[in-house]
């Protein structure tokens, strides 16, 4: 089940029809309820794999020494780090969530890292971003943008900041290959719930990551929301037999 939710003017928060409004606020609650345990989840719910997943995203960005980098739902700051060494002491990197909560969190796990001098912070909603139009020479934005109430409207966004020839990539949960489509649907269904019970204590937002993900498009349908949405050359990659993929798009 994935629903294209571009030019909505409702969306879904996992398996209920919400408005757009109301989607964003759902969402924010949920991430101020799961920061405190985030990475820790994380870790149980892909096995450590996630790690690699995220070094190979930016492996696949192409980031250069000295480029400015914008991290849209930069979270706990995993991707920020990998760009912030990317990017070097002559760029920047600009830490990007909608979330207070994620966002701190993020910012004091980087500064405890010894991350600071090239790195901003920016509370921001991907669909809205404020930013001077052409100013990033990549976008990125890892396990956030099903969380949009409007996928569309973030990519518009989006494509408004980037400088021309500049790259969009996108690191998110996606429709797994059939061969493992019925285990993981079990484990994304089941096993996730319980430790968001568990562990997380907050079994109903797990339940929420679940469903959003059955109802995130397909790999094929977000080439087409990005494509609608003035990208070029967009092309996606899977991980783990399609459990994630990486998509990307350029500003020309």
């Not at 960005?61 to 930069?74: H, P, Q, R, T, Y």
């Not at 404020?130 to 109430?149: C, I, K, P, Y």
């Not at 569309?152 to 429709?175: M, N, R, T």
Request: hydrophobic fraction near 35%; include cysteine.
């Amino acid at each position: 089940m994935s629903e294209l939710n571009n030019n909505k003017n409702s969306a879904s928060f996992g398996y209920k029809k919400v408005t757009e409004t109301e989607k964003t606020s759902l969402v924010d609650n949920v991430f101020t309820s799961v920061t405190e345990r985030y990475d820790l989840m994380n870790d149980l719910m892909s096995f450590g794999v996630h790690r690699f997943w995220k070094k190979y995203f930016l492996l696949c960005s192409n980031i250069k020494k000295g480029e400015k980098v914008l991290d849209l739902a930069a979270g706990t700051g995993d991707i920020t780090k990998l760009i912030s060494r990317a990017v070097g002491d002559s760029g920047k990197v600009v830490s990007c969530d909608i979330n207070y909560a994620m966002l701190s969190q993020g910012r004091d796990n980087l500064i405890d890292a010894g991350y600071m001098k090239n790195i901003f912070y920016v509370q921001s909603d991907a669909q809205s971003l404020s930013f001077q139009e052409n100013s990033f020479d990549h976008v990125t934005m890892a396990f956030g943008l099903r969380n949009t109430a409007n996928i569309g409207k973030a990519l518009e966004s989006i494509y408004k900041i980037l400088k021309p020839g500049g790259s969009i990539q996108v690191l998110e949960f996606s429709k797994a290959e059939k061969i493992i489509e019925k285990p993981y649907g079990i484990f994304l269904n089941k096993v996730i719930p319980l430790l968001g019970k568990y562990v997380a204590k907050d079994e109903d937002s797990y339940k929420y990551l679940a469903e959003s993900i059955d109802m995130h498009p397909s790999q094929n349908d977000l080439i087409k929301i990005m494509k609608n949405s003035n990208f070029k050359n967009c092309k996606f990659n899977n991980l783990s037999f399609g459990v994630v993929s990486i998509h990307k798009g350029f500003k020309i």
